[in-house]
């Protein structure tokens, strides 16, 4: 199994930044992408940003060129991080985070953070 425990989040102004991390644990030798997602109220949930294990980065088209993803690996953990710049009301909503296994293509989830822009 993997755990996966987010922290981060809160609230700011529209034009600013915050980051989100999310530490995943367990198997983590068996994730071979992880990333974010976000559900604002009353829509569906949305990839904003995921990375692979050989470092290969998506972005939703949303965020590009204001957010950015990273991923740090241990033996014993893996942690992606996500920075967020130039931040707008639109980008409110609970942020999470997400690890996929191979081959079982199994989805971890985490509780969720929220992310909230406004003034």
């Known amino acids: 199994q993997v755990q996966l425990v987010e922290s981060g989040g809160g609230l700011v102004q529209p034009g600013g930044s915050l980051s989100v991390s999310c530490v995943a644990s367990g198997r983590v030798f068996s994730i071979y992408v992880m990333g974010w997602y976000r559900q604002a109220p009353g829509k569906e949930r949305e990839m904003v940003a995921i990375i692979t294990r050989d470092d290969s980065i998506t972005y939703a088209d949303s965020v590009k060129g204001r957010f950015t993803i990273a991923r740090n690996s241990t033996p014993s953990t893996s942690t992606v991080y996500l920075q967020m710049d130039s931040l707008k009301p639109e980008d409110t909503a609970v942020y999470y985070c997400?690890?996929?296994?191979?081959?079982?293509?199994?989805?971890?989830w985490g509780q969720g953070t929220q992310v909230t822009v406004s003034t």
């Open positions: 997400n690890a996929r296994d191979m081959p079982t293509l199994t989805d971890h």
